[in-house]
Every structure is written in structure tokens, then in C-alpha cells.
């Protein structure tokens, strides 16, 4: 059974820094590609990054391409996103996803069959 774990979230006011973190276990983790997304209040959940099985290629969404960066551990199964330069508009629940798929693309939430259960990020102002 797939489960993954989120932590690492928490209130932080602008400018500030979070890593948070994803333990994934009942899979072979090397071989899964593995993304964060985030869903604020009132919108629909959005790609904020991905990192290939093999750690080989990582792509981000533009609202945070050069604040955050996600990587991978393999013999700990975890994955982690480091968020820098926060801002109010980053506050969001921030979802761990994984897929045995490695190939195609990894943007939807309907790429990823393995979800975490989320972790609250607050920025204030």
C-alpha cells in the first residue's frame, strides 16, 4: 500500500524560507517520479514542481521557478521542496504526489495516482 507523508509546513512571514518533506513508502521509489502541487483557498489544485525517478530532470512552474527547489533522497525515500523568498501568495496546502510513469508528461493532478494527505503553508504580509 502507497503511502506518503507530508511534513515540514507551518507560518512563516514574507520573505521567509520552509523545507518541507514527503516520506513515501509501500513503493519502489527510485522508479517513481515525484511532484508537489498546492491548492489555495478557493482554487483548484496547481503543478508547482517535479523531479524524474532517476533525479535526472526537474521542471517548476513559472510562478516559482528560482524561489523553490525540489529534491530527492532516495535512500530515504523522501522528497523535499525548498521554498525561499515566500510570499502571501504562495499560502496554499502543498500535496506530495507520485507516479510509476516515466515517460509523458507530469503537470496534471490526473498524472499522479499516489497522493499525500497535504500540509498547510501560511506567509504573511
Known amino acids: 500500500q502507497v503511502q506518503l507523508v507530508e511534513s515540514g509546513g507551518g507560518l512563516v512571514q514574507t520573505g521567509g524560507s520552509l523545507r518541507l518533506s514527503c516520506a513515501a513508502s509501500?513503493?519502489?521509489?527510485?522508479?517513481?517520479?515525484m511532484a508537489w502541487f498546492r491548492q489555495a483557498p478557493g482554487k483548484e489544485r496547481e503543478f508547482v514542481a517535479f523531479?524524474?525517478?532517476?533525479?535526472?530532470?526537474?521542471l517548476y512552474a513559472d510562478s516559482v521557478k528560482g524561489r523553490f527547489t525540489i529534491s530527492r533522497d532516495s535512500a530515504k525515500k523522501t522528497v523535499y521542496l525548498q521554498m525561499d523568498s515566500l510570499n502571501p501568495e504562495d499560502t496554499a496546502v502543498y500535496y506530495c504526489?507520485?507516479?510509476?510513469?516515466?515517460?509523458?508528461?507530469?503537470?496534471?493532478?490526473?498524472?499522479?495516482?499516489?497522493w499525500g494527505q497535504g500540509t498547510q503553508v501560511t506567509v504573511s504580509s
Open positions: 509501500g513503493l519502489t521509489f527510485s522508479t517513481y517520479t
Open positions: 504526489g507520485a507516479t510509476a510513469r516515466q515517460f509523458g508528461g507530469f503537470f496534471r493532478q490526473s498524472d499522479y495516482p499516489y
Open positions: 523531479i524524474y525517478w532517476n533525479g535526472a530532470n526537474t
